[in-house]
Each structure stands twice: as structure tokens, then as C-alpha cells.
């Protein structure tokens, strides 16, 4: 019986979808050794525990508009927005895109405007619309960021920290 001829890497790539040079390479590898292998077969959840974090906005507007600018958006900016809202649900925090028509991964469907619209974020593409400018002063997003800036963020954020690392260290 004729030895199969082993799969070049670009066949390896497409075969298992690769997603770095360096896996396709030990992809062919494999496969020209003739070793059988399996390509991320599975997941494996853990947890993280709890870090504090900051976030320097980019344009912070009197009446209380927080603008973040963004060229690409990526999957970590994505999630730490996200965060964000969880943690300060009355911050005025907006996106402007400079093109709000990208795809959020080269597979997804998905829109950086229509992410933004998800996960209740106003956005703008190109320009700061004129209307953001001349908004009434937005009172709740004031005071988040009144707490922010004199320190008692950080102190609630200090104390949230501290009790999911409890719960982190009591699941183990």
C-alpha cells in the first residue's frame, strides 16, 4: 500500500484553520511525520481573577459626553467597553468610528455600529455629530465621573475586587 503523500502547509491551514503561521507550520509538521493529531479540540474554562483596571477616554465634552475614538476595535476594547457599561451604567460613554461598517472579525456579519447599537452605545462615524455637541448637560454621567475622578470609584472597585477574589479563592 503507497504511503500517502503528506499535506503541503497551506493544505494543513485550510484543512484545520489555523489561526497563526506558527500552528500551520507545526500543523505540517505533524502531518509529515505521519502523526495523527487533533486541532484545538477543546476548550478549557478557568477563571481569572479579578484585576483593577483603568481607562483613559479619549474626549470628554462639558455637558458630560464621554467620545471614544476608534480605528480598529478589537475583541479586548470590545469587552473592556463592555465592562465599562456593566460597572458605570450611567456614563455617557460614545464611540466614534472612523468607519462604522467594519466587520468585527473577518467571519462575522457584525458591524462595529451594529455592536455598539447591541450593547446600547450611541455612535458616529467620522465626525463628533453636531447635535452630541450642543446635548443638554447629561447630570447622571456628571456625577459618575465626579465619582471617579475624587476617588470613590476607586474604592467601590477596591471592594468589588476583593470579594470576587474571595469567591475565586472559595471555588477552588
Do not use: C
Amino acid at each position: 500500500m503507497a504511503r500517502r503523500k503528506p499535506l503541503t502547509q497551506a493544505q494543513v491551514g485550510i484543512k484545520y484553520g489555523f489561526r497563526s503561521g506558527l500552528e500551520g507550520k507545526v500543523g505540517a509538521q505533524l502531518s509529515g511525520a505521519g502523526i495523527e493529531f487533533e486541532y484545538e479540540p477543546f476548550k478549557t474554562p478557568f477563571i481569572e481573577p479579578a484585576k483593577k483596571r483603568t481607562y483613559t477616554i479619549d474626549f470628554y465634552l462639558p455637558n458630560g459626553i464621554l467620545v471614544e475614538t476608534k480605528g480598529r476595535f478589537l475583541s479586548a476594547d470590545r469587552q473592556k467597553h463592555k465592562w465599562l457599561r456593566e460597572q458605570y451604567p450611567d456614563l455617557d460613554l460614545r464611540f466614534l468610528f472612523s468607519n462604522a461598517n467594519t466587520k468585527i472579525g473577518k467571519k462575522s456579519k457584525t458591524t462595529y455600529a451594529m455592536w455598539a447599537e447591541s450593547h446600547g452605545f450611541k455612535w458616529a462615524h467620522g465626525r463628533i455629530p453636531e447635535e452630541w455637541l450642543h446635548e443638554p448637560v447629561n447630570e447622571l454621567s456628571l456625577a459618575v465621573i465626579e465619582e471617579i475622578t475624587n476617588g470613590t470609584a476607586e474604592e467601590r472597585i477596591a471592594e468589588t475586587i476583593r470579594r470576587l477574589n474571595q469567591m475565586y479563592k472559595d471555588s477552588l
